[in-house]
């Protein structure tokens, strides 16, 4: 089974956005034992989308577009498949209707131009809309080919990530394993790790990347994820699930003796388990709030929380002391350099008072572009407090200022969750 | 003058790496007049990467083939190039020797496989190497038109991004402009607006653009961007940039008498204009200082806004009170419901107070999953206290979660920017 990939739009050619969205179908692709051995990017005209899709056709069993789908005079996409499925575009009038109904929901006037989306190429399927108002499409498509007629698959989608993947997962992925009709499936499990490098990951598996070389199933992949975590993935395949959890139960147990301690979190599949996450689930089996104090992280660490549904039973909120004086008035720290392990911990206490919190985190540091206090760009002081005890600690962390703020809010969490454990 | 990119490595297929490197090209080549309208990725595999030379060099005038120069079996770029040259690969004894001398310098063995960056098609120029061990080539290709041969050129860099780019701009900039022999340059401005639908701009510029269309340059693309705000572009093409200037004047003045209203920032080269340091800039001007209170967002205002240098100017800090209670302890907002302007009000007035700030700018609301003391998912209120006066509004937003949480964040900032200026 072989999927290419066709990515719409003229902003990726002039490069005022990079094209993640095929690098991330064509993993997905590829996990679930599916080629996708070309990917183009063209830009916004009918008679070149028309003529890459052809192409692209000729060696592909289905492609998947990508963008062009909106409701402006730039969006071609539909009157592309339209063209190479040699047949017109109608309205859906459900399709319309769920976009009325969306701007209406939202005490909106709906601009005509919206219904554009709702027109539908003759003999396409819908991939009804969830997230945003335009649907995909699912196309049979029927080509010349040497022996005469073959059949072919086009699917659509819109250009949003997060729209995107959702009708992939939903709609895409199915359909193609379907069609496959692939004998073994492909399981993934990620294990999250922070607190060690790469390089320094990979030398301690050595041993246990060489014997995967040997027996090649399952496979081992790190993915470094910024503020995620870095990921180790293991890779299995097998004729079915069970069997591809049984090695992966296996070799997941090989790679926690190595590296165990760096491990937060694991993932098969269902939500990714992120470092606040496994934080949360943590305080809550313990039955503790927390209250935050921030000041280089300008609120990062609580907005990060936050972005957990639930997290209300634990987070009673943070205060975001970016000036001295609020660091002062508000949270009681004491004349001196704000950014020292002193402050971090009187940081910590007044969140916990000011907060009604059980546990106190508190960060303090230097994101540049210029040091402070003497301290240089990369500084994180960290205060921590919880019902029977408390603890500093200082890290210099790498990168600019967005990297190091984004790896305190991780390294600190880390540093709770390693007390809570 | 026409010049596409095609992109070697099959980690780029499977995701493992994203190609922003022909995004970058593309950039480049658009800023010195030069069209990239097909840009494509293709494994590691001769016969593959040769037909896809082929096909890009029937309409382009030029090739860039990015990656597999380097010295292992499955770098296979230059045996392509050798094929479509229909040429074969020989020695080239100067480029074995700085290879060598390279290897010398670090005191290090020089591997054997490091002898095959040296092998040139014959017929090909070297783009000498001054960061890594491969050179870059330009190969003169000719091809069979519809009126007899054509000449074509094929450039060939690595993949690694700071060779390719010196590369690029040291040898293959050059090398195009003089062969296209172009007088003019590109040079794009882009509006950054809120508060209306990309539909809703299209539709409101349905003159601006029908115009646009017959005169055909400059030429105008929306760009969604989520918290970034909805990108208007226009992209002028004249003799000198003075002269693109001139376009560009005229056509943003013909786009902000339809849409001026929603435009915050406005962008040509430089540094971003983002919501958050377009409200810093007007606070400052007026010597105010900026006070928050947050609930549904967590945190996320802040974050943003602490994520511009110099912000602590400005920024005083934020109340985070995402549990009820804290909002009433901490902010004085009076017993009721949590997400309703009286509560959001109560919480800017309680933000100036705590943080000392000029300015109090206060959100509660309803990301979801569920909804909350009977508003639905999406709500969001906002409250706004400024040292002569004080306003509430009350919007509804699309999306999940995160999607929520971060129009929440740009939605609010715009209402502060519209009440400064």
Known sequence: MRCDVLAVGTELLLGQIIDSNSAWMGEQLAAHG??????VKVGDNVGRIVAQLERLLVDADAVIICGGLGPTHDDLTRDAIAAVMDTRLEPDEAVAEVIREMFASRGRRMPDNNLRQAMVPVGARIIPQTRGTAPGLICPVTIDGPEGPEERIVFAVPGVPHEMRDMFERAILPELQLRSGEPWVIASRTLRTWGESESGLNERLDAVIA?????????LAFLASGWEGLKVRLTAKAT????????????????????????????????????????????????WSLGLAES?????????ITGVP??????RGSIVSYATEVKQSVLDVPPGPVVSEAAALAMAHGARRVLAADVGLALTGVAGPTEQDGQPVGTLCIGLVWPDGELTQTVRLPGQREQMRQFSVITS?????????
Chains 1, 2 share one sequence.
């Open 34 to 39: 599916i080629d996708s051995l070309l990917q």
């Open 211 to 219: 014997e995967l070389d040997d027996v090649g199933n399952p496979t």
């Open 240 to 287: 079915d699930l069970r069997a591809c959890d049984v090695l992966l139960d296996e070799w997941e147990q090989r790679v926690r003796n190595e590296v165990g301690d760096v491990v937060f979190g694991v993932e098969q599949g269902g939500d990714p388990v992120t470092m606040e996450s496994v934080v949360l689930d943590l305080l809550r089996s313990r039955g």
């Open 296 to 304: 280089v992280t300008g609120g990062l660490v609580g907005a990060r």
């Open 310 to 315: 639930g997290a209300s039973e634990v987070f």
């Open 413 to 421: 969490l880390d540093l709770l969750r390693r007390t809570l454990a």
